[in-house]
């Protein structure tokens, strides 16, 4: 059982891609969805978050100073491309080349395994 997540804090991924997804994704569409002002029209069928677009990135919903106390302000209403993010060794044995690049632009080290602490079973 994993105790420890080094993504609460982190959110360098948050300040380096844009995070873009379908329009019914915000409240718009799905009641409890992302917040309609939080994001911004790309085209028809897609949104972005606003501030994840151009060279120096940062979700208007970030809070916090990136890889200390950096947390999602609407983490339970987040959008699917966020949800999909995984970071490297959350499963004990994958590297996501994206979550070492966002982290490097940041000045963090990339993640290892042993940044996931685990419960002996």
């Not at 917040?35 to 677009?53: C, H, S, Y």
């Not at 949800?83 to 080349?97: I, K, L, M, Y």
Request: glycine fraction near 10%.
């Amino acid at each position: 059982m994993k105790t420890n997540n080094p993504c609460l804090g982190c959110g360098a991924c948050c300040a380096f891609f844009r995070a873009s997804f379908y329009w019914a994704e915000t409240e718009a569409g799905t009641p409890g969805g992302v917040p309609e002002q939080l994001a911004e029209k790309i085209n028809d069928f897609r949104v972005q978050m606003k501030g994840t677009r151009g060279p120096q990135p940062r979700c208007v919903a970030l809070t916090g100073e990136i890889g200390k106390n950096a947390a999602c302000g609407i983490y339970e209403r987040r959008s699917s491309v966020c949800r999909a993010f995984q970071p490297s060794w959350v499963d004990g044995v994958t590297v996501n080349e994206d979550c070492g690049r966002a982290r490097a632009a940041h000045g963090l080290m990339p993640l290892t395994p042993d940044d996931w602490e685990l419960d002996a079973v």
